[in-house]
């Protein structure tokens, strides 16, 4: 949505009613049948003084909630209401304590949409789009396997369990401004989150708040072959590696300084280099790919210990 100081130029106009109803603190309606969202906010400004329910962030609540209906949402807690049953938004639990769309909530302070929030403004009206910007996997919430995520834009995308439906969204760095997202458990926590490599910085979120936690600067940027992401130590935290031509220049520790160097492969003459725990021991590997054939390293020495055929190569 955007602000404009003139009322012709206005899809809601937002405006002083003191006859609304008595101790009701604002009304607003839902989209009109030719898809317009419904076009008038009305605020008791008589309801709010009574009730001392003016400050910034109660007002802010207020107006997100009613402009909230006028783009067609409803309360998020009607059966608690005994309102009449509404069309549930994929991707949407029944019921959310955070979201500003309850009904009752006048004198609420604001704290933000919650994610659910979110999600049901992005299902309705989200831009359609023609393709991913990204694929991404990791063991999204701790449960020890690893999901899927698309990425479209800044916003990650993830699924927790394989029903092919979003479970949260992440919003993170600048999209396809970036010059790679990449993912780890940086801080040990049994759960893989997002980093974006800005040149040679890695910039880190520990926690799905998308706000980085930690920036380690590593390598040389774009100026290197490949960025990699692997837990190498086996000490429970991913770290970054950089591929220079076949050396693979492992950091265990976040200081920015290689703790061992690998060599591996044919370097940029290799289809792929693939990173994983090929045989269960906690230490991520290097694995290259040749056409449909997955060569992967166990134990760092440079020589593969199993080749696995799967798919039809590229």
């Not at 100081?5 to 989209?31: E, K, L, Y």
């Not at 419904?38 to 007002?59: H, K, P, Y």
């Not at 919003?171 to 049994?190: A, H, P, R, T």
Request: proline share 2%; hydrophobic share 30%; net charge negative.
């Amino acid at each position: 949505m955007r602000r404009v100081n003139n009322a012709a130029q206005a899809d809601i106009i937002v405006s002083r009613n003191n006859a609304i109803g008595t101790n009701v603190c604002g009304r607003a309606g839902f989209p009109f049948s030719n898809g317009r969202p419904f076009d008038d906010v009305f605020i008791s400004e008589t309801t709010l003084i009574n009730f001392n329910l003016t400050s910034q962030a109660q007002l802010r609540f207020l107006l997100a909630h009613e402009l909230g209906h006028c783009i067609g949402l409803r309360h998020t807690n009607w059966n608690a209401l005994g309102e009449s049953t509404p069309i549930q938004i994929q991707g949407t639990p029944a019921t959310d304590n955070a979201s500003v769309m309850n009904g009752a909530t006048c004198g609420l302070s604001w704290a933000g949409f919650s994610n659910f929030d979110e999600v049901a403004v992005r299902t309705l009206y989200e831009v359609p789009f023609t393709g991913e910007d990204g694929y991404l996997s990791g063991n999204w919430n701790g449960d020890n396997r690893d999901n899927v995520a698309v990425r479209r834009g800044n916003q990650i995308w993830m699924d927790y369990d394989f029903d092919g439906i979003h479970n949260f969204i992440q919003s993170y760095g600048n999209g396809n401004n970036e010059d790679e997202y990449l993912v780890g458990d940086w801080n040990g926590d049994g759960r893989d989150n997002i980093a974006v490599r800005r040149g040679n910085q890695i910039w880190m979120d520990y926690n799905f708040d998308g706000t980085h936690n930690f920036i380690q600067s590593y390598g040389n940027g774009n100026s290197e072959d490949e960025y990699l992401v692997g837990d190498w130590d086996g000490d429970g935290k991913d770290n970054i590696a950089v591929r220079r031509g076949n050396q693979i220049w492992m950091d265990y520790d976040f200081n920015g300084i290689h703790n061992f160097i690998q060599s591996y492969g044919n370097g940029n003459n290799e289809d792929e280099y693939l990173v994983g725990d090929w045989d269960g021991d906690g230490r991520d590997n290097v694995a290259v790919r040749r056409g449909n054939q997955i060569w992967m390293d166990y134990d760092f020495d440079g020589t593969h210990n199993f080749i696995q055929s799967y798919g039809n190569g590229i």
